[in-house]
């Protein structure tokens, strides 16, 4: 099972909301990732957590603050979004080796579509 | 530091024709391909991969890429599209503890 799930799938908020978005995978990774996804581009990386920790954060504004509970679960919290930021969210996840060059595949969820109003 | 290049952002082609998407990388040091697909108003999934051993490495769906070392490539083809597989399709890259990188992505387009 390579599995990653994201929920909502939709979001819709105003400028001055906090909103949660949440992915769940149960496939014993220990890597998670958030990326952001605009129109007819790549994704954009914008956190990655190994073992729970923040690994690499790259220079995404706070308004964006990630959160990783458990092994299992990767929350990114919303507050104070502009417009701009409207985009496909992205999470992955992805075995992480500590010893030598690991491969890390990412598998990827569905992602939830956020629209800023 | 490394990079994906993907020269085509669009391939338009007729159902049952024969298709090749391309994609160049560039690293200093040994390196893991990856292709994705993207659906309309979906996540990304794995395609295939090529981590190491063959060279040729193919998916469930009849799409297969070959590693190409001295050219740097790791081309994406299939002998004949249907026209479900019109999508987004992005080549990555990921060399030593660096994170994946993509290339710009090329849309796939069938039509009947």
């Known amino acids: 099972d390579t599995e990653v799930t994201q929920t909502p799938k939709h979001l819709v908020m105003g400028m001055t909301n906090k909103k949660s978005l949440k992915c769940e995978q149960h496939m014993g990774h220990r890597a998670m990732y958030w990326y952001k996804q605009k129109a007819k581009k790549p994704p954009e990386l914008m956190f990655v957590?190994?073992?729970?920790?923040?690994?690499i954060n790259e220079s995404v504004p706070s308004r964006f603050s990630p959160e990783c509970p458990n092994s299992s679960l990767l929350n990114l919290h919303l507050h104070a979004l502009q417009p701009e930021d409207s985009a496909l969210y992205l999470c992955a996840s992805s075995h992480f080796r500590v010893e030598g060059v690991g491969t890390d595949t990412q598998y990827f969820g569905p992602g939830t579509r956020l629209t800023v109003l | 530091a490394q990079s994906v290049t993907q020269l085509d952002s669009q391939v338009p082609v007729f159902e049952e024709a024969p298709v090749e998407l391309r994609c160049n990388y560039s690293s200093s040091v040994s390196v893991y391909l990856f292709w994705y697909v993207q659906y309309p108003n979906q996540g990304l999934q794995l395609l295939l991969k090529y981590l190491s051993g063959s060279t040729l490495v193919e998916s469930i769906n009849g799409f297969e890429a070959e590693f190409n070392k001295s050219q740097t490539s790791f081309h994406l083809r299939k002998p004949s599209v249907h026209i479900s597989d019109t999508a987004e399709y992005f080549c990555a890259v990921k060399a030593g503890y660096s994170t994946l990188t993509f290339g710009k992505g090329t849309m796939l387009l069938v039509s009947p």
């Open positions: 957590y190994s073992y729970e920790k923040l690994s």
